[in-house]
């Protein structure tokens, strides 16, 4: 009696957490191990445990692919197998964590979505995980790269982290390599540039349509038009990314205070350019950072961006 009572709250508890929570979302999960193919005679296996049974499954992890758990409460771990001893074996029936040929990572990792608040405006996190070594008593993982997407518009937030040294008992040669394979290439700077080129595109046309149209009897010549479009982005932008989300402690502030920003400096920018008074610049550029933000906000709530 006492065992199916805990099942009972074992599978009412596991059924509830599947229901998001009031006021949150979901956040989705993405881990790499990006280098599994510099250590071309090692199979590097993600051994899923389900918490309903004792069956483990048993997946290759390719460098370019999200290791999936499927359920959110299966356990994950990691392991290193030679390839010349596994094809000589029926993976269905090895003790995976007992077998002293197979090497278990000295890390965990959860790969699984989870859910946040929506005050939070997170949507996704990408970890990126290198292998450092792998020896008869471990095999070295530790995370270098971590991309959180949001679901305002606000830029994406990178970190690197550097492998920090840990003690261990019995200390292993480190296996060198001449190169690492990089899935993750200055992704920060590429969503920057993107970015960029997409805000000058919809803040150059509108600013054009507004210029030809609303301002039609001022002579201003499109090589003007095109020139002041293309360097009010450009100033701005970079503060935008790089600078304000160092003093911005919440979403709230950093939108406030980047549009804020951008229409202030574009609309003084505007004013030179083009000798128009700074009261219409500041309509024009308030005009334009509306339509360019709200294009933005909606790619990137479709996860198009």
């Not at 790499?32 to 918490?51: H, K, M």
């Not at 000058?200 to 038009?225: A, D, G, N, Q, V």
Request: aromatic letters at 14%; glycine letters at 2%.
């Amino acid at each position: 009696m006492k065992k199916i009572f805990l099942f009972l709250l074992l599978f009412q508890q596991l059924a509830y957490s599947d229901i998001l929570p009031e006021n949150s979302h979901q956040v989705a999960k993405c881990v790499r191990i990006v280098n599994t193919n510099n250590f071309p005679d090692y199979f590097i296996i993600a051994l899923i445990q389900s918490p309903t049974n004792n069956k483990k499954e048993h997946n290759l992890i390719l460098p370019n692919e999200c290791i999936d758990i499927g359920y959110k409460f299966n356990t994950l771990t990691i392991v290193a197998v030679k390839k010349e001893y596994l094809k000589n074996q029926d993976p269905d029936n090895l003790d995976w964590l007992n077998n002293k040929n197979i090497i278990k990572a000295d890390l965990k990792i959860n790969c699984s979505d989870g859910y946040i608040g929506n005050d939070d405006p997170t949507n996704s996190v990408e970890e990126y995980y290198k292998i450092l070594e792998i020896s008869n008593q471990n095999c070295l993982l530790y995370k270098y790269t971590e991309i959180t997407s949001y679901n305002n518009g606000q830029p994406r937030t990178v970190k690197r982290f550097k492998y920090n040294q840990r003690a261990v008992t019995n200390p292993c040669k480190q296996i060198k390599h001449n190169s690492i394979s990089e899935i993750y290439i200055d992704q920060e700077i590429f969503s920057f540039l993107k970015s960029l080129f997409l805000t000058i595109s919809i803040e150059l046309l509108f600013l054009y349509l507004i210029l030809k149209t609303k301002y039609k009897h001022i002579e201003i010549s499109t090589k003007r038009i095109f020139f002041s479009g293309v360097l009010m982005s450009v100033s701005t932008l970079p503060y935008v990314w790089f600078v304000l989300p160092l003093f911005a402690t919440t979403s709230y502030s950093y939108t406030f205070t980047s549009e804020i920003f951008a229409i202030v400096f574009e609309a003084l920018i505007l004013s030179q350019l083009l000798s128009l008074e700074y009261k219409k610049t500041i309509l024009i550029s308030s005009l334009c950072n509306i339509v360019s933000f709200g294009i933005g906000f909606t790619l990137n709530f479709f996860t198009l961006l």
